[in-house]
């Protein structure tokens, strides 16, 4: 009934096939004046992070309506092929593979889980391909896990705590208790937090660990309350925030110590109610900066393009930033091949009228990190959208940073 | 010491919302044999359809009308798509049917209200501690024990005293006889299914007082009435109740000790009855088994 | 036709690098629609030949990735290892929890399986320093396969053909086991339990069997998916997983030996060709599950009539 496959068999048929695979890239070479360069993007367009990745995939096609109203990358236009991965690393790691196999896509981005950023991480590895993390957080990406294809554009944890440390220990004191989401993102954030704040000479009073997607923080609040803080540093981020704030409002501890924390978004606050709408945070981008060139200009564009009356995010930021650095390295390098463009981005600096912001930012040669800035400040609590953030500061990425040799990175290029 | 004790007594408050959940599931379960995944998702329609109502009909109206509404989309979804499967034994069909209305509830809530974060704005009557040393308890939790009793209570006294109750009762019992006794057990059913949907969405217009409103909040909440039931009893109605108080109190327990473990100690208690004493504490041997 | 029936259908797998590019597919959806078929079809000895209604047997298949990721990451660069290690583990757990799991019934036992899974999912997420909790585990890629003198380089194709063979020899297990005495007695303990009881057979030594063999099986598979994705996350245990499991199966008709491949077949091509065209795909896959359940209960194979019918 079976048909009789030796092993013998198997692995000559293998062997063939493996070699003809070597003929592949050199049939994509031929004829390709009119065919357009895609670029794949991978995040959540269900589930929890849906709205992140919707902002994302907004700021990625904003870029390409511009990409190509300016000829496209190396004269040829720009197709954007998006994937839901659901915030699923399993179902994120294999649209890359359908994306680079099936669709032909040069070049890869995207994220929003960070579980999904290093899943593809590790396919874009396998596969040799360029791969720009737009909006997944966890260090590794640009630290102990980072290969020469990846780059990233949103901030590392470190930076997000280096931005707001300072600023929170001269306003309130340094006895700090900490709610900490427990997982890769949070515990670092939590580490470098601490690292700081005793480097000021500020004392950790505590630090409970919630686990990711907790509907009752109760038991933290009161640990935290039992504490009696300078500061109550919230490190949750997305709906864990929406509910730990709502939660410590309704506790009337807002009243008690100041909250501060980690990451927040255009998201997430504007799904708080206004008596949760307290405190200080760190914002990867904001819309709102009358000083800065370009940015105004930006922002109408948005209107115009998405008709909603929504504001532009930091996530949207990511995705525009992200594609057009694609488009600049690929101009840089004058070629497609991701070995040739991943070291034109080495040290490539954002023009103007994308980078968005005052302060250099560009991709450090020794991670692949964008050097972008942190957007520290606080929560405006009687604020309508979009008006819900008040910026203290625009931090240069640069300069909060860990060293390169502190990262763990070593880029694995092959001669 | 004092730890203990606040995280046990908000363990309780957890529970008390877990019993609710569990009430519906369990009248759901125990006269229509179906066993509903798809409860998460009435749960986030009671949730989506409060917030789209309160601004008509304040936080007191969306808090009646909304789970009105919800039992009446449950019983459309019994008679289209659950009445079809009552004739089969294995409640393996009901299971899949359910979760996949889950998915579908899921995806339509993301679809017409979003993906975002919405807020529920809650009066302020009821929105503030109750004191300062026993902050947390506050003015909403004891609402949501309040509004849960009295639906509890209202439950009892609908099955005790009413022509309905006493029906919904013997058809938990012994459907086949009923319906030979000449009760419609085709508008007893479907009156039982949305009943159970409405206890869903009455805790979701309470949950979204105290959470968020996205489109996948059900999810995190389904499972922990389900092991309510089982702790409780499969086919007791006040074992459902006192299951959900149970579990709430031993994941508010855990919470001192290991909070990284309060969801896991759920299971792991479920796994331990349903190893020793599967029909629970007040559940009939050998239904289901 | 029917006799020519395997010998094409075995064709088509061995040729389908080549053809399923051409329509629109990739190679790694063809490994994942094989990988998942030994998955389901292992799982179906419990849930379709058995009678048992598992819904936790993703806990098994993510045991089985973990088990190879961490053995390659940390043990030693070795493929083979990777795998036998891994279906080790998830099996032997099987086999140890299977007394636990085999006195139940009905929703008795989907529930039992559930809890077993989610403590498994706790363990993956909690332990950070060693599985990267819910980052997933990277950090380990799959070795090239040293025999004698030849290496073979698992590429993407390679590792298809790779899959493939695991697959066929998880087919002739499953074959021979359920139409030996053992599978038989299976058959009869879905019909009528209590009957069977009555012929002095111990039902839940039986139970236990399937539900350990299953675990093997799975275990198996989910050993090859990270080896596919060279990468592993708490997802691939989660419940949710274990759900998707079984809908397949139905789909695909879970009285027939291959139903749940077809089954798999046509979730995983839907859902990948869907939530390529509409961020509304969650929808179509929840009307299908409906549908299914409504109008298709026996699945598709067992109303086309069954390829390879055994009971």
């Known amino acids: ?14 062997a063939v096939l493996g070699a003809s695979t070597v003929f592949a890239p050199a049939k994509l070479a031929f004829g390709q004046g009119d065919v357009p360069i895609k670029v794949g993007m991978h995040d959540p367009l269900t589930g929890t992070y849906a709205a992140e990745g919707d902002s ?12 190509n109203a300016k000829g496209g990358m190396l004269g040829r236009k720009v197709e954007l092929v998006v994937e839901d991965d659901s915030a699923n690393a399993g179902l994120a790691a294999q649209k890359a593979h359908k994306l680079l196999e099936k669709d032909g896509c040069a070049f890869l981005m995207g994220a929003v889980s960070s579980a999904t950023a290093l899943s593809v991480n590790q396919v874009a590895h396998d596969k040799k391909v360029l791969y720009m993390v737009t909006g997944g957080h966890t260090d590794p990406v640009t630290g102990s896990q980072c290969h020469w294809t990846t780059f990233r554009v949103c901030t590392t944890t470190y930076m997000l705590a280096a931005g707001l440390a300072g ?158 650095a694609i488009a600049l390295g690929v101009a840089k390098a004058n070629s497609l091949e991701s070995q040739k463009v991943a070291r034109a981005l080495e040290g490539l600096e954002l023009p103007s009228e994308i980078k968005l912001q005052p302060n250099r930012v560009y991709f450090r040669p020794g991670d692949h990190q964008l050097m972008s800035s942190e957007f520290p400040g606080e929560i405006i609590q009687d604020g309508t959208y979009p008006h819900l953030f008040k910026v203290a500061d625009i931090v240069p990425g640069e300069k909060i940073a860990l060293y390169e040799n502190e990262t763990g990175c070593k880029l694995d290029y092959q001669a | 010491m004092t730890l203990l004790i606040f995280n046990a007594f908000n363990g309780l408050i957890q529970g008390v919302f877990y019993a609710l959940m569990a009430l519906g599931l369990a009248l759901i379960l125990s006269l229509n044999s179906v066993i509903n995944m798809a409860h998460g998702g009435f749960l986030v329609i009671g949730a989506y359809l409060a917030f789209t109502l309160s601004p008509y009909l304040g936080f007191w109206g969306a808090l009646i009308i909304s789970p009105i509404l919800v039992g009446v989309i449950g019983m459309l979804v019994e008679r289209l798509l659950v009445r079809p499967l009552y004739k089969r034994s294995d409640p393996l069909y009901s299971l899949l049917l359910t979760f996949g209305i889950a998915l579908v509830i899921e995806d339509l809530t993301r679809t017409i209200w979003g993906p975002q974060g919405l807020p529920l704005e809650i009066p302020d009557i009821i929105n503030s ?4 040393q026993y902050f947390f308890i506050t003015g909403y939790r004891l609402f949501v024990v309040a509004v849960t009793a009295t639906a509890a209570i209202g439950l009892y006294l609908l099955l005790r005293y009413t022509l309905l109750g006493i029906r919904i009762r013997a058809g938990i019992s012994d459907l086949e006889t009923t319906s030979a006794l000449g009760v419609n057990i085709y508008r007893l059913r479907a009156l039982n299914f949305g009943f159970g949907c409405m206890f869903a969405g009455l805790a979701g217009v309470l949950a979204a007082g105290v959470l968020g409103l996205t489109p996948p909040m059900g999810n995190s909440l389904i499972m922990p009435s389900f092991v309510a039931i089982i702790v409780g009893g499969v086919g007791s109605l006040l074992g459902a109740l006192l299951g959900g108080l149970i579990i709430g109190l031993a994941a508010g327990i855990t919470t001192t000790y290991y909070p990284a473990a309060s969801e896991a100690v759920i299971y792991l208690i479920m796994l331990i009855v349903l190893v020793i004493r599967p029909r629970g504490l007040f559940g009939e041997q050998g239904l289901f088994e | 036709m029917k006799r020519i029936l395997p010998t094409v259908l075995w064709g088509a797998l061995l040729a389908l690098p080549w053809w399923l590019p051409a329509i629109g597919g990739y190679t790694a959806l063809g490994s994942k629609v094989l990988i998942y078929g030994i998955a389901t079809m292992g799982l179906n000895l419990l849930l379709g030949f058995t009678g048992g209604l598992s819904f936790g047997q993703a806990a098994y298949f993510g045991l089985g990735a973990y088990g190879a990721g ?37 929703i008795y036992f989907a529930m039992i399986t559930i809890a077993i899974g989610q403590l498994f999912y706790f363990v993956a997420v909690r332990w950070n320093e060693v599985t990267g909790g819910e980052d997933g585990l990277a950090g380990f890629a799959r070795q090239d396969i040293h025999m004698g003198n030849s290496v073979i380089a698992l590429t993407e194709t390679n590792l298809y053909y790779l899959v493939l063979l695991c697959f066929t020899l998880a087919v002739i297990v499953m074959w021979t086991l359920l139409r030996s005495p053992l599978g038989h ?4 303990i879905r019909e009528n339990r209590r009957r069977v009881q009555f012929l002095g057979i111990y039902v839940e030594h039986y139970i236990w069997a399937a539900f350990a063999i299953a675990g ?96």
């Open chain 3, 70 to 106: 961490m053995t390659l990451k940390y043990l030693a660069p070795s493929t083979p290892l990777a795998i036998v290690v891994g279906t080790m583990a998830g099996g032997i757990a099987a086999t140890l929890l299977g007394p636990l799991v085999m006195r139940r019934r009905g």
């Open chain 1, 167 to 324: 600023t929170l220990y001269k306003k309130f004191g340094g006895k700090w208790y900490f709610i900490t989401p427990d997982y890769a993102f949070g515990h670092t954030l939590q580490e470098a937090y601490a690292k700081l704040l005793k480097g000021m000479g500020g004392t950790v009073l505590g630090n409970s660990l919630s686990p990711l997607g907790t509907t009752d923080f109760t038991s933290f609040l009161i640990k935290a309350q039992q504490s009696k803080p300078d500061v109550l540093i919230n490190l949750c981020d997305g709906q864990d925030l929406v509910n730990s704030m709502k939660q410590a409002a309704q506790f009337g501890l807002m009243k008690q110590f100041p909250i501060g924390g980690g990451l927040s978004e255009l998201e997430v606050l504007a799904a708080l109610p206004k008596e949760a709408k307290v405190g200080w945070w760190t914002l990867e981008w904001w819309w709102d900066q009358p000083n800065t060139p370009h940015v105004g200009d930006w922002v109408s564009n948005y209107q115009k393009t998405y008709n909603d009356r929504s504001y532009p995010s930091a996530r949207t930021w990511f995705g525009y930033a992200g594609l057009h």
């Open chain 1, 56 to 67: 994302e995939v907004r700021g990625a096609k904003m870029a390409l309506a511009e990409i």
């Open chain 1, 1 to 14: 009934m079976l048909p009789k496959i030796t092993r013998r068999q198997l692995v000559q048929t293998g």
């Open chain 3, 185 to 188: 007695t299976w058959v009869a």
């Open chain 3, 216 to 311: 093997f099986l799975t275990a198996f598979a989910g050993t090859l998916n990270a080896l596919l994705f060279n990468f592993t996350s708490p997802q691939d245990l989660h419940w949710i997983l274990s759900g998707d499991f079984v809908i397949m199966i139905v789909l695909g008709g879970m009285h027939e030996f291959f139903g749940p491949l077809l089954g798999v077949l046509i979730f995983v091509v839907a859902q990948d060709y869907l939530s390529s065209l509409t961020s509304n795909w969650m929808t179509f896959i929840g009307l299908i599950f409906i549908l299914i359940v409504l109008l298709f209960p026996k699945g598709l194979l067992g109303i086309l009539g069954g390829g390879a019918r055994l009971a």
């Open chain 2, 129 to 132: 501690p109750v004191s300062t």
